[in-house]
């Protein structure tokens, strides 16, 4: 499979400055996908199909990603998917981007998911300025697959801070825990963010273990095999050199608020999947109006639009195992796989607005709350 080329600035560039999630202005005028992002999406969507998904059972429950299923996507140029050209990436915006997650989300979703968080180390490498460490260290190796990063950044949206960066001589030192970091044992570099009074220090360091940095793997009804771990700092050390930005943090809210949409093309690639395997139904159509929905969606119609996205996953897994019956819960079968990992996807990558829509949906509050 090609390594998608040509570089491209027709669009706004999604990995701008402060882009930690693959933030992109979305409503910019979009003249479709070009050529080289639909030959990666034909791609993506064959690999998944011809190969992911026949060992998603097997990825399931084995612990961990095989290496080769990383490899894979490394020689896809897959791994490029969130950076320029001009390192070696594919040079996408978002709305090409989605397409190629929700295939493979559809193919593995174990794999898909370890592989995304390559997402936020990759893009903001690649925007460190030319010649400096940072760059100079990571936005290639990353850009094409030689190296693969992690992100550390969701509890910075938690109302207590758990993560505070202290400044220290020439540099910073890091205390206190991020709770979920994935493909850990699997990744290079992490990207980390901690609180500093009303500022968040975006750090890319080595996802080495040290005596001030350890884990402590998380055990997972889902997703299990992305071996996701509890990271605790104790006093790490950490150079300027290795920082990415300080921010304000109300700036930097506002910049994640513009890249919601992004963690719905997992849930639509699990719910396809489930669809397929159940057949036509009036479901269909509805995941391709959420689908549509989501894409067209302005920043402030993001929550709405996921939790729809979510509230049509947890329904399509959940028909399938229906449909299929006992032998669904067996492990053997993907339906009882899909719908936990639908579950999963209620919590990740969420804020408390997207988990209001879902609660609404599902009865759980008033409609009108
Ligand atoms: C398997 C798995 C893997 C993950 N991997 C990663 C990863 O690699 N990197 C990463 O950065 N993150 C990762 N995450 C985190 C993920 O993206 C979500 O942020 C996370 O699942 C939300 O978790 P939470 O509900 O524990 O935390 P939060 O949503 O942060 O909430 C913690 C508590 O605070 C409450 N709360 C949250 N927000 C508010 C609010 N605004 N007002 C009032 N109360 C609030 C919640 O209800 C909850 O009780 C992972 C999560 C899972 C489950």
């Known amino acids: 499979m090609a390594h998608a080329g040509g570089a491209r600035h027709r669009r706004l560039n999604a990995l701008g400055r402060g882009d930690i999630t693959a933030r992109a202005s979305l409503t910019a005028v979009s003249p479709g996908p070009a050529p080289d992002a639909i030959a990666l999406q034909r791609d993506a969507q064959q690999l998944a199909d011809g190969v992911l998904f026949e060992r998603a059972l097997d990825v399931d429950t084995a612990g961990e990603v095989p290496e080769r299923n ?158 996701t771990a509890e990271l605790h700092f104790d006093g790490h050390v950490v150079g300027d050199d290795e920082v990415v930005e300080i921010i304000d943090y109300s700036d930097w809210l506002s910049f994640y608020r513009q890249g919601l949409r992004t963690n719905g093309a997992l849930m639509l690639g699990v719910a396809s999947r489930a669809l397929k395997l159940f057949g036509p139904s009036p479901l269909d159509a509805e995941l391709d109006a959420a689908r549509s929905a989501l894409y067209a969606a302005e920043v402030d119609e993001m929550p709405e639009r996921r939790a729809q996205v979510g509230y049509v996953g947890i329904r399509a897994t959940s028909a399938l195992v229906s449909s299929v019956g006992g032998r669904a819960i067996t492990l053997a079968h993907h339906a009882q796989r899909l719908a936990r990992e639908a579950l999963f996807l209620l919590v990740q990558g969420q804020t408390a607005d997207i988990r209001a829509g879902h609660l609404r949906r599902l009865g759980a509050t008033d409609p009108d709350g």
């Open 70 to 227: 990383l490899d894979l996507f490394r020689d896809a140029g897959l791994y490029g998917l969130w950076t320029p050209t001009e390192v070696g990436g594919c040079g996408f915006d978002e709305l090409e981007r989605l397409p190629i997650l929700e295939a493979l989300a559809g193919g593995c979703l174990t794999t898909a998911f370890v592989w995304a968080q390559h997402g936020g180390g990759s893009a903001n490498a690649a925007r460190m300025p030319a010649g400096s460490p940072l760059h100079e260290r990571w936005a290639q190796a990353l850009a094409t697959g030689a190296q693969r990063s992690g992100v550390a950044f969701a509890h910075v949206l938690r109302p207590e801070p758990c993560l505070f960066a202290e400044r220290s001589g020439g540099g910073w030192n890091l205390r206190g825990v991020a709770p979920f970091v994935t493909g850990w044992g699997h990744i290079d570099a992490v990207l980390v963010a901690a609180h500093e009074a009303d500022r968040l220090v975006w750090m890319l360091i080595p996802a080495t273990e040290a005596p001030t940095l350890t884990s402590r793997r998380l055990r997972l009804a889902a997703v299990d095999s992305s071996v």
